[in-house]
């Protein structure tokens, strides 16, 4: 009759493992007790040998939905022969291991509850149990316990109080367990906070209907909604959230009706169902019943399921889909604190559908899509954070700060990586305050305090100057483009040397110029340049990314000289401003020399004629993606030299290429799609380079260029075909707001002989 106890770490607490333990003791004749700590789960488990055994399976096999075990540990212990199984009460006084769940979207069992007219929680905005529902967004402290979420204020009905306390019940412990008599209310009020008379969803629905916008309070922020089909109010609210054309995401009632406006394979519907509910970009059908507005000139549309009672509630009124994009004016982050979103969408809002569950951790939508048939985050927040990623091994606890745009950060423990939720783009005021305040609070969360801080080498960048302010902590600074290798080398578990394809926008560089078109050689403890983008410059500095012509004037002028061709993309831009731009050009004025890949993208496509300017950046590129022929696989020529710095890509060749093509009357999606072909191939050329030199044969794609689908699966195949290893990613973004991780584990290397004095461990 042995006794054991039994340590597991993981997500383990508030998802309902206590009574699952419970019961599982009860189906085997387990003896002793189980207790929630802060390292996660303890159980004292007494039986005969083949009883605890089984028991000890089970724990791992038929864990419950939202669980993640990541360690198990039994030790013996000596034999106490007290009869019963308890569950006891959470300690918090040993080290931290906890970790907390994310959010989940409301369960089945929950939805039947909330559709039956029976049931006590029939149509009750906030129901939820052990196995859904808030989780990060509510808990204010570490161990996860009812006091220590923004549940505290509400006191718990008998009935729900009885269902807490109860082991067999589907709520035993269910930390945010409420009822239409003890719980959170809805309110609808306008923009002054007068109350609307009569049921506030009612009232909600009616507006929407009549082409309002209503700010309504989900589950880490505020949306903005309108009716999806009605293109008037549409409209309204692009020219109210000064939106011209980023494509806004929507939500709809279920699969089903999501079929209705949009192709989706099998892989996005398991993507688009799953618990974390992420914004899925799918493919429009020809016959888009929703509004043009909603995505103009995008051939995808972001969708989403409902994942609050609340929005099944809403969705269940037969809307075809309700537009639900992030409350926030352009670039600001996301409101989520009451007061704070009437003031800051006084204007936007007709009304407000709020509740008065308070929001502790503001977390945006998580956004995905799919790629070869796997999912592919392009913004990991909502669902996802703050599950952690498993590091190579133990290191000492980083402080990762990230880069500028999509910054997110992370902060290590152990052997594991804690990427924070998206923040936004660094770049004004009430970013850099939610930026400290979210650094704050995953200290917090993940109980570490950091011994180090990794940054970017950019001076400029204001998380940068963060990470160079903490006088206590040594600063770690890592390139940008080795911190994207090392990303993907993370979520894919590599070790080896591998070859880094790091194509982005811009990333400051090892030797202080503009880096964006790289070839990496190297593994997690660093790496070396082998090929780059050849360098041309960026007229007007920031202003390039926003005005593509300026890039397609650039490039022009490289590959064909002062005798411009004639192009539409020249043609449109008035005379005054494309001599002064040339003569700033000539002269080197404001024009900072980068290797970009992804301005070459914004070159191509103001060449093939796609647009000219753009309202975020990054858009030129991905509308060249969207529109490009997948079945235009000749490549354009291109030149590859061998220079003293490695293996230079020279883009003229091909700009010539394509200036005949678009000349000759070629098809921009043709263009587009030879486009694509030409960078593939001219991959496949530098890997095949680079592995007779050093004997690599694994090939690493990160950095922004591949959230392009398109490219990212031409670039595979070739290499796969070569007999390469290719890694890609699937969780972690491979755009910035992956950074944090990728710096957070190679200052976890450098730091591997111990952290010397901040006086010395810049490297
Ligand atoms: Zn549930
Ligand atoms: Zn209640
Ligand atoms: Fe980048």
Known sequence: MP???????????????????????????????????????????????????????????????????????CRELPVSGEPGFAILDSRADQAARAQVPADAAVCGDCLAELRNPADRRFRYPFINCTNCGPRLTIITGIPYDRPQTTMAAFAMCPACLAEYRDPASRRFHAQPNACPVCGPRLSL?????????????????????????????????????????????????????????KPFAVMAADLAAVEQFAAVSTAEATLIEGVERPIVLLEKLPDFLLAGEVAPGNRYVGVMLPYTPLHHLLLEEDFLALVMTSANLSDEPIAYRDEDARLRLTGIADAFLMHDRPI???????????????????????????????????????????????????????????????????????????????????????????????????????????????????????????????????????????????????GYGADGTLWGGEFLAGDLDGCERVGHFRYLPLPGGDLAALHPWRMALSYLLAACGDELPELDCLAAVPAAELALVRQALARGINAPLASSCGRLFDAVAAIVGLRNTVSFEGQAAMELEMIADPEAVTPYPFGLNMEADGLVFDPRPLVRALVEAVSAGEAAARCAGRFHATLAEMVRQVCLVVRARRGLDVAVLSGGVFQNALLTTLVRERLMRAGFTVLTHSLVPPNDGGIALGQAAVAGRRLRGGVRSPASATA
């Open 3 to 73: 006794r054991q106890r039994i340590h597991i770490e993981g997500i383990v607490q508030g998802v309902g493992f206590r009574p699952f333990v419970f019961r599982l003791a009860a189906r085997f004749g387990v003896a002793g007790w189980v207790r929630n700590d802060s390292r996660g789960v303890t159980i004292e488990a007494e039986a005969g040998e083949a009883a605890l055994a089984a028991f000890t399976a089970a724990l791992r096999e038929e864990k419950p939905p939202l669980a993640t075990i990541t360690r198990l540990e």
């Open 189 to 245: 009020v306008d923009g002054a906070g007068r109350p609307y008379p009569g049921d506030p969803l009612v009232q909600a629905v009616r507006l929407l209907r009549e082409g309002a916008v209503v700010a309504i309070k989900g589950l880490g922020g505020y949306h903005l909604a309108v009716d999806a089909v009605n293109a008037g109010a549409v409209r309204l609210l692009r020219r109210r959230k000064r939106r011209d054309e």
């Open 360 to 506: 502790h951790t503001r977390v945006d939508d998580s956004v995905a899509r799919v790629r070869d048939g796997r999912a592919l985050l392009l913004r990991r927040s909502r669902g996802y954070v703050p599950r952690s990623i498993p590091l190579p091994g133990e290191q000492v606890p980083v402080l990762a700060v990230g880069a500028e745009l999509k910054n997110t950060v992370c902060l290590t423990r152990g052997d594991r990586a804690f990427l924070s939720q998206h923040l936004g783009d660094l770049k004004n005021v009430e970013t850099g305050a939610a930026f400290a305040a979210a650094i704050a609070q995953l200290c917090e969360l993940v109980e570490t305090r950091p011994v180090a801080v990794a940054h970017d080498l950019h001076p400029d960048y204001l998380a940068t100057r963060y990470a160079l302010e903490q006088e206590r902590l040594p600063a770690v600074a890592v390139q940008h483009h080795h911190a994207h290798m090392a990303s993907c080398l993370v979520e894919n578990r590599c070790e080896e040397p591998a070859i880094g394809v790091i194509f982005d926008g811009l």
